[in-house]
Every structure is written in C-alpha cells, then in structure tokens.
C-alpha cells in the first residue's frame, strides 16, 4: 500500500516537473514575441527616417 503511495508521489512529481517545463517554454516564446516587436518598431523607426530624407 505504501508503496504505491510513494509511487504516485513520484508520479506527481514528474507532472510538476513537465509543468515548469511548459512554463519555461511559455516564457521563451513569450520572449521571442517581444523580440520580434522590437524589431518591428526599429524598422518602422527606419521608415520614418527614409520619410524625413526625402
């Protein structure tokens, strides 16, 4: 009996662990996602500047 309680203990670890796996993955993604703004934003700060030249 105990031992498949200590089985499931390990079971909900390794759940917990793909959890903060997931969160991880979130988070890089979200990153990505504000980098890829940021460009946006330089190029269209480059587009005014061509603006202005001419």
């Known amino acids: 009996m105990r031992e ?3 089985e499931g203990e ?9 959890e903060r796996e997931r969160e ?3 988070e890089r993604e979200r ?11 330089r ?4 587009e005014r500047e061509r603006e202005r030249e001419r």
Do not use: A, I, P, Q
């Open 43 to 46: 190029e269209r700060e480059r």
């Open 24 to 26: 991880r993955e979130r």
């Open 10 to 18: 390990r079971e909900r670890e390794r759940e917990r662990e793909r």
């Open 4 to 6: 498949r309680g200590r």
């Open 31 to 41: 990153e990505r996602e504000r980098e890829r703004e940021r460009e946006r934003e």
